[in-house]
Nanobody
Framework: QVQLVESGGGLVQAGGSLRLSCAAS????????MGWFRQAPGKEREFVAA????????YLTDSVKGRFTISRDNAKNTVYLQMNSLKPEDTAVYFC?????????????????????WGQGTQVTVSS
């Protein structure tokens, strides 16, 4: 079965950086888009970033543009989220996600419903 395992979270001061990794297994990684979401306490899970199968196109939510970068290494079955200039409002549990099939409705990529498989999450805490 599909498994997604995140790592790289932690505690960082505002202005600092972290790189999250998500290792995927259970199917051919390069055939599927990948995404990152986050969920802060008491809030709904929200879209952060997504990347196409080849890595040729990426999508970022407005609040992280210019600070976060999503990338993937298909040889390593891993997707990354490089987070720079972190702010306290970035504090959340970060989840990676993968869709059920090779095709994804990119117009709705920010919807949780577009993603089938989820990792267990990794905590990111940004102190002020």
């Amino acid at each position: 079965q599909v498994q997604l395992v995140e790592s790289g979270g932690g505690l960082v001061q505002a202005g600092g950086s972290l790189r999250l990794s998500c290792a995927a297994s259970g199917r051919t990684f390069s055939r599927y888009a990948m995404g990152w979401f986050r969920q802060a306490p008491g809030k709904e899970r929200e879209f952060v970033a997504a990347i196409t199968r080849s890595g040729g196109n990426t999508y970022l939510t407005d609040s992280v543009k210019g600070r976060f970068t999503i990338s993937r290494d298909n040889a390593k079955n891993t997707v990354y989220l490089q987070m720079n200039s972190l702010k306290p409002e970035d504090t959340a549990v970060y989840f990676c996600a993968s869709p059920a099939g090779p095709l994804i409705d990119w117009a709705r990529a920010s919807s949780v419903a577009q993603w089938e498989y989820w990792g267990q999450g990794t905590q990111v805490t940004v102190s002020s």
